[in-house]
């Protein structure tokens, strides 16, 4: 099968879909690959090392998506869904509950668009996971730099030291990226308080970080936390539909100016009512003297780590499309999200 892997153009992404390692697996399964000119340099992989690995690389995007199969990171904009048509297979992060352009978009060009973020095994997201894991992680990163206050935050050491209180961190959502957020902020030493609406979930937060306090999510209880909450981590996910927008805007008023809101689940349209999304040129706004960040690509920011990360997740089902196992694989249908003009995920339909 003819390949094709883009320079991905969101704003200050880094990543690229598949490193030359696994590039060279496909060559070798009789695949014929083509690579953008330049797609991995901000991952550390130059056009050099893709040839070394049997890929051609290509200069102009529309020779990318004579392909039969696009594999890429993040959803394709305006210039390359023109470039789709019927029969290619486009597998990438596609958030189209989030993206209504995006999904009408693959509709006109009966594209088959599977989504990284919806194909499910064992009830798991194996390749949602990884990108979770990283968000999670670099959203407390971003949080300890703007609590600074030359960054007009509070003014807070997160984990404190001797004499003094320790930061507290609310996370909505115990899944891996709140799971992540949480494990970090506990490594700082910060008083940590995750909440979910499921128990399974909490339990299995709490077996691997006891340190943790997690909490059936109850407005009433954020209620109380929120007037000592420093920064509001948000990582809720229903699968494949918009997040619901648990912190009202009444909650956000509870918190003291300089605290930080970090809404992950943004790329799922957002779990914080009324938060607009940002980007890593400007990754944060203050409104009310709160600081709000809602980045779309997070893991785009740590090109090399999320690309590595990523590639080793997608690679054993983009040989099983290449293999031609559409029509028979139920993992790989999970991630069919439209197909010959039709909405084919169930979450997209309501
Ligand atoms: N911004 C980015 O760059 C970026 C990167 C990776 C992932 N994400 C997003 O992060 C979010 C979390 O992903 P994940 O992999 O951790 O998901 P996950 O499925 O592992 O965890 C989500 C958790 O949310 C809980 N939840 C759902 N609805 C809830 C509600 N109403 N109240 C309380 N809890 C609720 C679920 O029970 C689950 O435990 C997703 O929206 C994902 O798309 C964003």
């Not at 902020?185 to 943790?212: C, K, M």
Request: charged letters at 15%; a neutral charge; proline letters at 4%.
């Amino acid at each position: 099968m003819k390949i094709g892997i883009p320079l991905e153009r969101k704003l200050l992404e880094g990543r690229i879909a598949l490193t030359p390692t696994a590039v060279a697996s496909l060559v070798q399964q009789g695949h014929q690959l083509l690579v953008e000119v330049n797609a991995g340099l901000k991952s550390g992989y130059n056009n050099q090392q893709y040839i070394n690995a049997g890929a051609q690389i290509v200069a102009d995007l529309t020779t990318v998506y004579s392909a039969d199969l696009i594999i890429k990171v993040k959803e394709p904009i305006a210039e390359e869904i023109q470039l789709l048509r019927q029969h290619q297979l486009l597998f990438c992060y596609l958030h189209l509950a989030a993206y209504p352009e995006v999904l009408a978009g693959l509709l006109t060009q009966k594209t088959t668009a599977l989504a990284f973020e919806t194909l499910t095994v064992d009830g798991r997201l194996p390749l949602l996971a990884p990108m979770s894991a990283i968000a999670g992680r670099l959203a407390m990163q971003l949080a300890i730099y703007y609590l600074q206050q030359n960054n007009n935050g509070k003014g807070i050491l997160l984990g404190g030291v001797m004499n003094t209180p320790k930061g507290v961190i609310v996370v909505l959502g115990a899944g891996v990226a709140g799971s992540h957020a949480a494990a970090l902020a506990l490594a700082f030493g910060a008083e940590v308080y995750v909440f979910d609406r499921s128990e399974q979930a909490l339990a299995a937060l709490t077996e691997q970080y006891p340190q943790a306090h997690a909490e059936i999510f109850s407005e009433a209880r954020l209620a109380e936390l929120l007037p000592q909450t420093d920064i509001v981590i948000g990582a809720i996910l229903i699968k494949g539909a918009n997040a619901l927008k648990v912190l009202t805007q009444a909650l956000q008023q509870l918190l003291n100016k300089g605290s930080i809101i970090i809404d992950i689940a943004i790329d799922q349209g957002g779990c914080v009512e009324g938060i607009r999304a940002t980007d890593w040129q400007q990754p944060i706004y203050w409104q009310a003297g709160i600081g709000y960040i809602a980045v779309t690509n997070m893991p785009g920011a740590v090109p090399r780590t999320s690309t590595q990360a990523l590639s080793a997740a997608i690679l054993p089902y983009v040989q099983k499309i290449a293999a031609g196992a559409l029509a028979i694989d139920s993992e790989l249908q999970s991630a069919i999200a439209v197909k010959d003009g039709k909405v084919i995920h169930s979450a997209l339909l309501i």
